[in-house]
């Protein structure tokens, strides 16, 4: 079974970045669609990027413009690389492949 797990979240003011890091340990890596998801206090779960086996992307109209989804193949890792951060991006971020979840990253934008 896959194992995901997410790194780089913290605090960060509105208008500055963050990259977020999705290791995973699977073998099936190359091939899949991986998600990133995000939960703010009181709401629920929602779907920010994803991106796919063959580099297809996808974004959640809130961040289009600003986040963008990679995945490096040989690391079996996908990133979120997070530009001009609002308030309204605090969020624990999740990533997501293959009915698995990781444990989830904080971050935290506020001035």
């Known amino acids: 079974q896959v194992q995901l797990t997410e790194s780089g979240g913290g605090l960060v003011q509105p208008g500055g970045s963050l990259r977020l890091s999705c290791a995973t340990s699977g073998s099936a890596f190359d091939s899949v669609t991986i998600g990133w998801f995000r939960q703010a206090p009181g709401k629920q779960r929602e779907h920010v990027a994803s991106v796919s086996g063959d580099r297809s992307t996808y974004y959640h109209h809130a961040v289009m413009g600003r986040f963008t989804v990679s995945r490096d193949n040989a690391k079996k890792t996908v990133y979120l690389q997070m530009n001009s951060l609002k308030p309204e991006d605090t969020a624990v971020y999740y990533c997501?492949?293959?009915?698995?979840w990781g444990r989830g990253t904080q971050v935290t934008v506020s001035s």
């Open positions: 997501h492949s293959q009915n698995t």
